[in-house]
C-alpha cells in the first residue's frame, strides 16, 4: 500500500497499476462533489441487490427442477424441503386421494398417515345409520363427525358454499349419511 501511496504522490510512477490510478483519480473527484459519492454507492447498491435477487431466483429454480419444495418465510429466508416421490404432495392433498363423493379415499388415508405418524384417521362409516348397531364404535363415529361438520357447515362456510351441492363439506356430509 505504501508504494502506491508514493506512486500517486508522484515519486514512483512506475509502480502505480492502472486500477490504482483510477480508485485515486474518482476519490479525487467523489471528494470535490459528495453528491457523486452518494450516486455511485447507490448505484454499486442496487446492482448487488439485483445480482443477489437474479441468483435466489435462480436458486429457486433449480431446486423445484430438483423436485424440493420451496417455502417462503416471513423474515425473508427460504427453506428447500425435499420431497419423496418425485416432488409430488402428499396424495390426500391431491385429486388421486379424494374420493369424488367426499372425503378421502383408501389412498389418501394411508398417504395422511404416513406425513402425519401417530394419526388415527379413518375413512368414513358409510353404512346405513339404520343397519349400524346402536353404540357401536362406527355409529358413535358417524353421529360425532355429522354433528361436528353440520356444525362447521352452518358457522364457517358462506351461503354459496353451503347451498352448492358440489361443495366438499356437502359432499363428504352425504357421503356420510348426515
Not at 115 to 132: D, H, M, W
Request: hydrophobic residues 25%.
Amino acid at each position: 500500500m505504501a508504494r502506491v501511496k508514493k506512486a500517486q504522490n508522484g515519486k514512483d510512477t512506475s509502480a502505480v497499476p492502472s486500477w490504482a490510478s483510477k480508485f485515486r483519480a474518482q476519490e479525487i473527484t467523489e471528494m470535490k462533489n459528495p453528491k457523486l459519492a452518494e450516486e455511485r454507492r447507490r448505484k454499486e447498491d442496487s446492482t448487488m441487490k439485483a445480482k443477489f435477487l437474479k441468483g435466489r431466483a435462480e436458486d429457486r429454480a433449480k431446486y423445484i427442477k430438483e423436485g424440493y419444495k420451496v417455502t417462503d418465510r416471513p423474515s425473508g429466508s427460504t427453506v428447500y424441503t425435499k420431497q419423496k416421490n418425485g416432488g409430488k404432495s402428499p396424495a390426500w392433498q391431491r385429486k388421486e386421494g379424494k374420493n369424488p363423493e367426499g372425503g378421502l379415499n383408501a389412498k389418501g388415508v394411508a398417504s395422511y398417515r404416513r406425513a402425519n405418524p401417530g394419526s388415527k384417521l379413518k375413512t368414513a362409516v358409510t353404512t346405513k345409520p339404520s343397519k349400524l348397531k346402536a353404540g357401536s364404535k362406527a355409529a358413535g363415529r358417524r353421529k360425532s363427525f355429522c354433528s361436528r361438520m353440520s356444525g362447521m357447515k352452518k358457522k364457517l362456510t358462506s351461503a354459496k358454499t353451503a347451498n352448492d351441492p358440489n361443495s366438499r363439506i356437502n359432499k363428504s356430509l352425504r357421503k356420510w349419511n348426515c
